[in-house]
């Protein structure tokens, strides 16, 4: 996002967080739920987008609009947490439907964090990507856009069913749509960050030829929580194929100590 569109970001996430405050999980639920299928029908609907993101409509004017379409249709609550939206400055009407989505999602994020298994969700979202990954064909059934939502969906849900709950099957539906334009994966691991940023944690993704044991997991946690000063939510990835070593990404840094990475380094410098 541009700066003002943070800005006015900024705003409906303290909406939301006063809110959240109060709220029993299912009411956050089902507010998150609301908030998404508006995302829904902005994704569908350019013109009604392009209107609500207008900076040449007044504030009142732009949240107006959004009563006139919405009100009577989705829950009171929603609606405020969208009016702050469209109250704020945002840049484009792509950055209008990004915001949507992403409080939607966060909205959900904060049901489970009230309802204390927030951790689950960050953990289930993960798992499953995991598993997407290793598997190629599945990874390309989820990916075909050209295979209808709700096929891709039904097959989501075979999946999960009794494997994970109902706030990370949603999340997991938000990611089959392209959460804020990401592909399927990108889209997951994006929701696993935000997850883990409502426990006040980032993550670290490590890749190691072997599991790691509980001693080991919380010393590398600990120095990188040293290191990035906040703590740190490890997901660990067993890959035979790096031969030894460690490989941890955090953001955009990437430590990468494997054999094979070595292994590679050497082979360049001889083929030189």
């Known amino acids: 996002m541009l700066a003002a569109s943070r800005e006015s970001y900024a705003f409906a996430v303290d909406a939301l967080n006063e809110y959240a405050a109060g709220a029993t999980p299912e009411r956050l639920t089902a507010t998150g739920d609301e908030v998404l299928a508006v995302a829904d029908l902005l994704r569908r609907e350019p013109r009604l987008r392009r209107a609500l993101a207008d900076s040449s409509r007044e504030p009142d004017e732009r949240a107006g609009l959004l009563g006139a379409v919405f009100g009577g249709k989705i829950g009171d609550d929603a609606l405020g947490l969208l009016t702050a939206l469209v109250r704020g400055r945002l840049s484009t009407p792509a950055e209008l439907l990004d915001a949507v989505e992403r409080i ?65 099957l949603r999340l997991v539906m938000l ?41 080991e997991e919380e010393r590398l946690a600990g120095r990188l929580s040293e290191l990035y000063g906040r703590p740190i939510s490890l997901k660990v990835d067993v890959d035979p194929s790096v031969v030894g070593g460690v490989k941890v990404q955090v953001g955009a840094d990437l430590y990468d100590g494997t054999v094979s990475r070595r292994l590679a380094e050497t082979r360049k410098a001889l083929a030189g």
Do not use: I, M, W
């Open 104 to 168: 939607g999602a966060e909205t959900l994020l904060a049901g489970s964090e009230r309802a204390d298994d927030l951790g689950d969700v960050e953990d289930e979202l993960f798992r499953f990507g995991h598993v997407v990954q290793g598997n190629p064909q599945l990874a390309a059934a989820l990916s075909d856009s050209t295979a209808s939502l709700d096929r891709r969906g039904q097959l989501v849900t075979d999946l999960l069913d009794g494997k994970a709950g109902p706030v990370s």
């Open 175 to 215: 990611a089959l749509r392209g959460f804020g334009g990401r592909g399927f994966d990108a889209s997951l691991s994006r929701l696993v960050e935000l997850a883990a940023a409502r426990r006040d944690r980032q993550v670290a993704y490590v890749t190691t030829a072997v599991p790691l044991s509980d001693a």
